[in-house]
């Protein structure tokens, strides 16, 4: 409906122009594109779809799942349904881009991604202001219909930035021919806004269940990573004192090398040039720094020192800011390689978070509290190998993913009970291929893809039952997943 309306604005506006000029609107391989016969303005409209038939079988050790133990499911499901609007308006250096969801998971609202004005004067100097995706992990800069997987890997779900909203500043630089093609240096630096994905770093954890062990609230929370310290700036931000407006930015940068020749944003090695043994090779080295507030409910804090029996509503400082201050680094390494219809794509994450005291919290002497976590430190590592045995038709592949969120000492809420070994998130392992058929390459593919999943579970109970002051043995969740997905994208 809404990309019906945008077409029907777009030729009123331009019917004089319709008129004066035939050739005036251009239908390509995927997207509708219209033009002004001097090239002042631009606007492609492209709609990407998925459709999703997924098998899911939940396992779990022992009994203590709260009944989650042998969940399955089997549904079809549409992931994805985007809208790509973009083009430019004056000249080609002013450029701009809408993207859009009609369909997501858990919600009917239309959702922005991209929304930003890019100007874009010359190839080394390049200034976007607006919503974007940020310039962090490569995985996540790979858009969905880009990619031989059906998502990405959990190791990119637990440490990806998200999208956000600032000013960047990006580049490149063409270094040296090779094979015809320039080596590439590329470069994005910029200051977002820094939203924590919830106000106390949880990551669908639970509650220590009596002797019962571990209780997760929202394993779909727990499968998928959801929440944590990450960016998650997703809404509009009123503007207004508040936790996530006061000051609380985010300063992000990128920088990619390329010597043999630019490898583009794809998973696969398409439309490689098969007269041709030149290898590509590219390695991307990114940080980003965020400070903010955060409550520390059900956490680390609980109501120990918040003193509120309502761990919903902690006791707020006159300020209304929230009373810990969490000091939280990003960095990522990623390597990519292609050859020939060979992919592979490795990356490397390690996220440090550092907490501190304010407000009224600064006069408790936190740090002489052993079960108050003071920082932690997150790992995480994948890896994925592919290859076009049909040359840019059918594609195979393996990945392995891994995650590793730090352990700490911490105080259950309400009773302030000791806990040792507790954490932000659950250590994963996911394991997983696939097969895909590109009929018509990106715009019309069939991909099938099974992976499975362990996670040990943030916390859960001692070897010998205890509740209070020991190392705890966390339960495990583990599911089998087989997706299989068409994407038509016009």
Sequence with gaps: MLRNA????????LAPALVAQDDFGTLGESGLRFRTPGNEFEITLTTATQFRLTYHDA???????DGQNGADFINFSLPAVRAFVHGHIFAPEFQYRVWLVYNWPNTDAVRIEDAHFRWAPTPLFNVTAGQMK??????????????VWADR???????????VKGVEVSGRADLWDVDGEPALLRWNVGVFNGVLASADGAQGRGTLNGGGGVNVTDFAKTEHYAGGFRNNDWRTNAETFGQIVDADLM??????????????????????????????????VAANYFSARVAGRNTFLGNTYHNNPNPGT????ASGRLPVQADIFHGTVDGHFRWLGLAVNWALHLRTVKFTARGFLQNLNLDDDRFMVQGLTDLGASVDVNYFVLRDTLNIGARFAWVNFDEFRSRQTGSATPVDGDSFGADGWEYGGEVTWFVKGDNLKLTAEYRYVVQQLPHGVSQSGGL???ERTSDYYAFHELRLQLQWIF
């Excluded at 396992?59 to 799942?65: C, V």
């Excluded at 940068?253 to 590219?282: C, I, K, L, T």
């Excluded at 902690?314 to 400082?317: A, E, S």
């Design 153 to 163: 890997d959990i190791t990119d779900e637990a440490f990806n930035q998200g999208w």
């Design 251 to 284: 300063i992000a940068g990128r920088v990619e090398f390329h010597p043999q020749g630019e490898v583009r944003r794809h998973s696969a090695d398409m439309d490689n040039d098969p007269d041709s043994a030149v290898w590509r090779v590219m390695i991307g």
């Design 314 to 317: 902690p006791t707020l400082p």
């Design 6 to 13: 945008l077409l029907g604005f777009m030729a009123l506006l």
């Design 468 to 470: 209070a002051g020991v």
């Design 134 to 147: 940020a310039p962090a992990s490569w995985g996540y800069l790979v858009d969905h219909e880009r990619s």
């Design 59 to 65: 396992r779990a050790q022992g009994s203590r799942r």
